[in-house]
């Protein structure tokens, strides 16, 4: 099994662009989320989701969206891209939620610049 | 707010020494706790976990203790060895909810 994986590894963004963070898991988990990161800071919950066709709002949802069309993928979108979302963006996944006692499993990262 | 993060806590270490990080936790209603690992360029990598019905749990060097008196939760590294550099992150999940909440983390520096 791959995991969770990740593309792209890096991008460099103007303000006011878009683009899609692509995560995929093959370990059929139902669950999976998005965090950011920023220096020296703990990670901080985006969105997430509970099975394909659910998603929900984490911590700091603001200037994203998301969608799960399937059980596999999860793709994060920045629709107008600001310096503030500048950070490392990471994608996990656990079979059931946390007040199941799961683990959750992280995909390598994107860093995400936005200039 | 407190511009803290770029200065992470940092424990510093000799190689063969036992390393004690310690963590805070928020949410008295938590009942599941993680903790994390995450070398520098790389993704979180779970270490071991702990429900709140233990108060100690052990794995392959590293034993995870709970107070939930205080809501403290430590993590023990017993023969620090150099690869054990990373920053080390505890997590909560609140219980009742299907998210966990993070730790901002502590840097471990193990010097040969």
């Known amino acids: 099994n791959a995991g969770v994986t990740q593309t792209p590894k890096f991008r460099i963004l103007k303000i006011g662009q878009s683009m899609t963070l692509q995560c995929t898991q093959d370990?059929?988990?139902?669950?999976m989320y998005w965090y950011r990161q920023d220096p020296g800071m703990g990670l901080k919950l985006i969105y997430y989701?509970?099975?394909?066709?659910?998603?929900d709002k984490g911590e700091v949802p603001n200037g994203y969206n998301v969608s799960r069309s399937t059980t596999e993928d999860f793709p994060l979108r920045l629709e107008l891209a600001a310096p503030s979302q500048t950070s490392v963006y990471f994608c996990?996944?656990?079979?059931?939620?946390?007040?199941?006692?799961?683990?959750?499993?992280f995909g390598p990262g994107t860093r995400l610049t936005v200039l | 707010g407190e511009s803290v993060g770029l200065h992470l806590p940092t424990l510093s270490v000799q190689e063969g020494d036992n390393s004690i990080i310690n963590c805070a936790y928020s949410n008295s209603a938590s009942d599941y706790f993680i903790w994390y690992k995450q070398e520098s360029g790389k993704g979180p990598q779970f270490i071991i976990d702990?429900?709140?019905?233990?108060d100690k749990r052990q794995g392959q060097r590293v034993t995870v203790l709970l107070n939930k008196t205080v809501k403290h939760l430590s993590l023990q590294i017993a023969a620090t060895q150099p690869g054990d550099s990373a920053v080390y992150f505890c997590a909560e999940n609140g219980s009742g909810y299907s998210t966990l909440t993070f730790g901002k983390g502590t840097m471990l520096l193990v010097s040969p």
């Open positions: 989701s509970v099975g394909a066709g659910i998603t």
């Open positions: 996990a996944s656990s079979y059931a939620g946390s007040s199941s006692y799961n683990e959750q499993f």
């Open positions: 370990m059929n988990h139902n669950y």
């Open positions: 702990i429900r709140s019905n233990m």
